[in-house]
């Protein structure tokens, strides 16, 4: 099945500095590419996605890149905020031979901004 | 529009019973997924029901199992339940099977 490693597990950057977190994943028949944000006793919440025929999106102060050749994605915020803070985590779908889609989720990057 | 809704919120249940989550989707979804979510951890799949049946299935025992309604409404059960089985369970709803997925709040489920 799909394994999903997702890197760094916390990660503290001061307010306004920018922050990557790095996934890789292990099948290259994964095409879709999301990404959640999860603050503290909350739902998941889908904040940005790609899929495997494109490169780079970017939505405001996020955006996400892929490298299909690699197997690796990353998301990239700039201009922190404290209302950043929370736990990001990637996933990637791939279609299974009967047709359906499963969703493989990282273990998650916990985000600190320091005012 | 109202959003994914799960119920209930919280549950208590002890060794050996077994339980029911219900999940209703996203106004415009018809396809509901599954997840277990342990402490710290990333969500871990379950399983996907599309036009009310199973499509894929994660590493989870036969203790789990699902039902999808014709309103696409959703539930999960689990029999037999273990201490294991303590998480959030979560539910997501999207519009086709390889779509953007929207979570509901979860239910907290604990096992004593």
């Known amino acids: 099945g799909e394994n999903v490693e997702q890197h760094p597990s916390t990660l503290s950057v001061q307010e306004g500095d920018s922050a990557v977190i790095k996934c890789t994943y292990s099948?290259?028949?994964?095409?879709?590419f999301p990404w959640y944000k999860q603050e503290l006793g909350k739902r998941p919440q889908l904040i940005i996605d790609?899929?495997?025929?494109?490169g780079e999106k970017k939505d405001q102060r996020i955006a996400v890149t892929l490298n299909k050749t690699a197997k690796h994605f990353s998301l990239h915020i700039t201009e922190t905020q404290p209302e950043d803070s929370a736990v990001y985590f990637c996933?990637?779908?791939?279609?299974?031979?009967?047709?359906?889609?499963?969703?493989?989720f990282g273990k998650g990057t916990k985000l600190s901004v320091i005012p | 529009d109202a959003g994914v809704t799960q119920s209930p919120t919280h549950l208590i249940k002890t060794r050996g019973q077994q339980v029911t989550l219900r999940c209703s989707p996203k106004?415009?979804?018809?396809?509901v997924s599954w997840y277990q979510q342990a402490l710290g951890q990333g969500p871990q799949f379950i399983f996907q029901?599309?036009?009310?049946?199973?499509?894929q299935r994660g590493n989870f025992p036969d203790r789990f199992s699902g039902h999808q309604f014709p309103n696409y409404s959703s539930e999960l059960n689990v029999n037999a339940l273990l201490l294991g089985d303590s998480a959030l369970y979560l539910c997501?709803?999207?519009?086709?099977?390889?779509?953007?997925?929207?979570f509901g709040d979860g239910t907290r489920l604990s096992i004593l």
């Open positions: 997501a709803s999207s519009q086709g099977q390889n779509q953007p997925q929207h």
């Open positions: 099948d290259s028949a994964s095409n879709y």
């Open positions: 790609i899929r495997s025929n494109v």
């Open positions: 996933a990637a779908s791939k279609r299974s031979g009967a047709g359906s889609y499963q969703l493989t």
């Open positions: 106004s415009g979804h018809d396809t």
């Open positions: 029901y599309y036009e009310e049946e199973e499509r």
